[in-house]
């Protein structure tokens, strides 16, 4: 008698379907496509879960050391989902740029985006027809409230007046990043809702409290994800976020939702102010065959922009400030070279190409601490293949910015911070196309133009009123990073010192 025989004899008829049934999903579960890039096979899942919580800590060297072993494309797995992770600059170019209409799409598939986006669409987690129109409507927004223009300009300006006042009450050293937060909330309040608060406000903070909580969670590719909610749910700490974050989603969507109906109750076709009565606008005029012009949708956007605009940039914001503080014969070199060109006007963006070094030194700041090291992933949609390896359709692909930025083919030295690698012997600025702090291509940010104003006209201002120093002189800060979504560097504090 066979085997098969004796287990039948065994066990009954349905049980053994069921096991034959778990077996199958086993080996389905197991099975890899051929030719994929190397990386920490499926069944690994230990060495998988090591290599994402190292990575979500900045343990230092973890990509680097993934780098030697696989090379710079390289795979892991997320239980089931393959994903493929991206480094140094030819790489990433041909994903965002060269092969940019099959590597384009978000992977829309997995259950973070679906959660994230349960509201409405955006941008950030959008793809095609709709994700074109919800851009361009973004875009003109930005555009029309003064991106590069006078108008945004005095928006900036308002802040920086009002930090500089904060500046002055200062007696002892302090942490810049809350002011820095409140002042970049409040561009994205004025652009969006055509509103600001004064930084003492509580409701800034409550606001910039919803916002700390949504943002400080794990992104759309969690392990938790993908695992069964009859488990999630008991895994105390991942419930109590996960309830975190949906309260902190209901809060933000009630005061989202408040502004949008005193924008309905005021609309005036011939005076747009904001991106709210442009949506407005828009969903009145067009024919909104596809329901794009939504609520949710624009609740979407708003919480991208609020992402983007608030959250990235104050983060880059702190590390300018935190490299000032640590090089500051740098800081004397910028505010010797504002007072050359500018004396004590106040500095416009138009002064930009006339403050080369300040240019120079910001470039080299975004270089050496990119925020947003992993931007959001993309994926393709059908099979195809990258640099001769396979790449499944539905991949989630990952591109490592930080790889690009620091890498050896095109940076000298690149540990080192040297501002005067982005002048030529003339003192002019060169271009480094190896450096993306805001990635390439058609997904390139949408809020590039927006964040690298609000950089520079908040440095080269506040560099013009104060000299910004350690705490104490005998203590260096060094350049420390803190977990999170976003690179920010670990908590620090600075002393203001007005310049006379």
């Keep these: 008698m066979d085997l098969a025989s004796q287990l039948t004899d065994l066990i009954n008829l349905p049980v053994m379907l069921i096991i034959l049934t778990v077996v199958l999903i086993y080996l389905v579960l197991l099975s890899e496509p051929k030719y994929i890039p190397p990386g920490i096979p499926k069944w690994n899942l230990l060495s998988s879960m090591s290599f994402?919580?190292?990575?979500?800590?900045?343990?230092?060297?973890?990509?680097?050391?993934?780098?030697?072993?696989?090379?710079?494309?390289?795979?892991?797995?997320?239980?089931?989902?393959?994903?493929?992770?991206?480094?140094?600059?030819?790489?990433?170019?041909?994903?965002?740029?060269?092969?940019?209409?099959?590597?384009?799409?978000?992977?829309?598939?997995?259950?973070?985006?679906?959660?994230?986006?349960?509201?409405g669409k955006g941008i950030g987690?959008?793809?095609?027809?709709?994700?074109?129109?919800?851009?361009?409507?973004?875009?003109?927004?930005?555009?029309?409230?003064?991106?590069?223009?006078?108008?945004?300009?005095e928006m900036i300006f308002e802040e920086v007046n009002a930090i500089t006042k904060a500046l002055l009450e200062k007696q002892e050293s302090f942490e810049f990043?809350?002011?820095?937060?409140?002042?970049?909330?409040?561009?994205?309040?004025?652009?969006?809702?055509?509103?600001?608060?004064?930084?003492?406000?509580?409701?800034?903070?409550?606001?910039?409290?919803?916002?700390?909580?949504?943002?400080?969670?794990?992104?759309?590719?969690?392990?938790?994800?993908?695992?069964?909610?009859?488990?999630?749910?008991?895994?105390?700490?991942?419930?109590?976020?996960r309830t975190d974050k949906n309260e902190a989603l209901s809060e933000l969507r009630a005061f989202v939702d408040s502004q949008i109906k005193e924008h309905e109750d005021e609309y005036d076709s011939s005076n747009i102010r904001d991106l709210v009565d442009l949506y407005i606008k828009v969903s009145k005029e067009e024919?909104?065959?596809?329901?794009?012009?939504?609520?949710g949708n624009l609740f979407q956007i708003i919480s991208e922009l609020y992402f983007g605009g608030s959250e990235t940039t104050s983060a880059s914001m702190d590390w300018v400030f935190l490299y000032m503080i640590e090089y500051p014969d740098i800081q004397k070199k910028c505010q010797e070279e504002i007072q050359k060109v500018c004396g004590d006007k106040p500095i416009l963006y138009a002064d930009r190409s006339k403050l080369r070094y300040v240019e120079a030194t910001l470039l080299e700041i975004q270089r050496c601490a990119n925020v947003a090291s992993f931007p959001l992933p993309h994926g393709n949609k059908r099979n195809t293949t990258l640099n001769g390896l396979f790449i499944p359709e539905n991949t989630v692909i990952l591109v490592h910015l930080e790889s690009?930025?620091?890498?050896?083919?095109?940076?000298?030295?690149?540990?080192?911070?040297?501002?005067?690698?982005?002048?030529?012997?003339?003192?002019?600025?060169?271009?480094?196309?190896?450096?993306?702090?805001?990635?390439e291509g058609p997904r390139v940010c949408p809020g590039d133009a927006l964040a690298k104003m609000e950089l520079f006209?908040?440095?080269?201002?506040?560099?013009?009123?104060?000299?910004?120093?350690?705490?104490?002189?005998?203590?260096?800060?060094?350049?420390?990073?803190?977990?999170g979504r976003t690179l920010q560097a670990a908590p620090y504090r600075m002393r203001a010192v007005q310049r006379k």
């Design 52 to 119: 994402f919580m190292k990575l979500g800590q900045r343990h230092e060297g973890t990509m680097q050391k993934m780098r030697t072993k696989y090379g710079d494309i390289f795979s892991v797995y997320m239980g089931p989902q393959l994903i493929v992770i991206v480094t140094g600059y030819d790489n990433i170019h041909q994903v965002l740029v060269k092969q940019a209409g099959v590597f384009s799409d978000r992977p829309t598939w997995l259950p973070g985006a679906k959660e994230m986006t349960k509201f």
């Design 125 to 153: 987690l959008n793809d095609g027809e709709t994700w074109r129109i919800l851009r361009s409507l973004t875009l003109q927004a930005l555009c029309d409230n003064g991106v590069g223009k006078t108008s945004f300009e």
């Design 177 to 241: 990043m809350p002011l820095l937060t409140c002042a970049l909330n409040n561009v994205i309040n004025k652009v969006v809702f055509g509103v600001r608060f004064d930084y003492k406000d509580p409701e800034i903070h409550s606001l910039i409290g919803m916002l700390d909580k949504i943002f400080s969670l794990p992104s759309i590719l969690s392990p938790f994800d993908l695992l069964p909610q009859c488990i999630v749910r008991r895994i105390p700490k991942v419930h109590k976020m």
């Design 287 to 295: 024919d909104d065959k596809n329901g794009l012009f939504t609520k």
């Design 404 to 439: 690009s930025n620091m890498d050896s083919k095109y940076w000298d030295n690149p540990k080192e911070f040297r501002p005067e690698r982005f002048l030529d012997e003339s003192g002019q600025l060169v271009s480094k196309p190896a450096l993306m702090p805001f990635g």
């Design 457 to 483: 006209l908040f440095l080269t201002n506040l560099l013009q009123r104060f000299t910004f120093c350690r705490e104490r002189d005998d203590v260096q800060h060094g350049f420390r990073r803190r977990a």
